[in-house]
């Protein structure tokens, strides 16, 4: 018991060094207040992406089976136990929602949209009250149900529910911050990048080391799991990848003001140098690393490749979000600095919540995992 003790205390090291950070980045924004709700919206929804898109891997490895979802099963599960922590961490954006949305505090936002009488229905503050509730019921169900053995049945159910709600969600919260711009793949776009970071932030080690290694079997070895991982990766990092080209290819053919309006502040300035980085390190350096199926095999330089993919995904996400805000159209050193000690908070006390999960359950012999 007192062993146990002992590496509960040192769980929550990481959560309080994380409880800090979050405190600098609020005391350090308050007098830019805009730019820091929309940092904080950022890191928000950088971390609950992590956290809902583990949770969709393990549902897909029930439908299809292999040695990759064993694998990262302790941690997915206990990647879960953050969910309470991430809603908690997310409230104060209902009191900023005025100053990060045009629906929740500009009169006639929509009078220049197409069908204004409907979109103005749909984010009337109540309607989107009544959803947030909906997301966050559904986010806490899932990651309780998680831990249970989960059936086919109910792994379609959860894949299911995580596509329509995580689209719905990705319009709400992240879409409707450029006020007036739509893109009928954007929800896609959204899910398949957190299931990107989810398996990159699991091989990185974010919630306890993974086995990647494999027993010989009958005298011959197999393959090692790090390489069906480090396949698994390359498939999402593709698939993001198309779906953020096919996107920017379209509406760049079409070239309609309400559609470029989106992009126009993405492509100047430091953003501009962000968008260059982040097509380098969220497809070049992984595609290029991912290929060769050494770097798949060792899973020291695999976790390596995952922490840098990782790193570009939170960028990714900030570059999602800012640009879309007022405060943020102009990327700044300021703001890239609150930026990292949002995300950074955050996945401390990630880390540190689902760290200590794993080791309790592992103490009680609910579940084993390897270095």
Not at 157 to 173: I, K, R
Request: some cysteine.
């Amino acid at each position: 018991m007192n062993g146990i003790a002992v590496m509960r205390r040192s769980s929550l090291r990481p959560v309080s060094a994380g409880l800090l950070l979050l405190a600098l980045c609020a005391i350090a924004g308050w007098h830019l207040q805009d730019t820091l709700a929309a940092v904080w919206l950022a890191a928000c929804w950088f971390w609950s992406g992590v956290v809902l898109g583990a949770a969709a891997l393990q549902r897909v490895h029930v439908l299809t089976g292999g040695r990759w979802g064993e694998a990262i099963a302790p941690a997915s599960v206990a990647l879960q136990r953050a969910t309470s922590w991430l809603l908690l961490l997310a409230a104060p954006l209902l009191l900023a929602a005025p100053r990060l949305y045009a629906w929740a505090g500009v009169a006639g936002w929509a009078a220049s949209m197409h069908a204004p009488g409907f979109v103005q229905a749909w984010f009337a503050p109540a309607s989107v009250g009544v959803r947030l509730m909906l997301y966050a019921v559904a986010a806490v169900v899932s990651a309780r149900s998680l831990g249970r053995k989960t059936t086919v049945r109910s792994a379609v159910l959860g894949l299911v529910g995580y596509t329509v709600l995580g689209s719905l969600a990705s319009v709400d919260l992240v879409m409707s911050l450029q006020s007036g711009w739509t893109s009928s793949v954007f929800g896609w776009l959204v899910l398949s990048g957190q299931l990107t970071s989810a398996i990159s932030a699991l091989l990185a080690g974010l919630a306890g080391p993974i086995t990647m290694g494999a027993a010989a079997t009958a005298g011959v070895a197999p393959p090692p799991v790090s390489r069906d991982l480090g396949n698994l990766l390359l498939a999402w990092v593709l698939i993001q990848a198309y779906l953020q080209f096919m996107q920017f290819l379209i509406i760049w053919a079409a070239n309609l003001p309400r559609e470029i309006v989106w992009y126009l502040p993405r492509v100047h300035g430091a953003w501009g140098a962000a968008s260059i980085a982040l097509v380098l390190l969220q497809l070049a350096v992984p595609v290029l690393a991912l290929l060769w199926r050494r770097v798949k095999d060792d899973p020291r330089t695999l976790r390596g490749v995952a922490r840098i993919l990782l790193a570009a995904q939170a960028l990714g996400t900030v570059w999602l979000v800012l640009p879309s805000t007022p405060a943020g159209r102009e990327l700044s050193a300021g703001q890239l600095a609150l930026a990292m000690l949002a995300l950074g908070g955050m996945g401390l006390v990630i880390h540190g919540v689902a760290r200590g999960a794993i080791v309790q359950r592992i103490d009680f012999g609910e579940a084993v995992h390897g270095t």
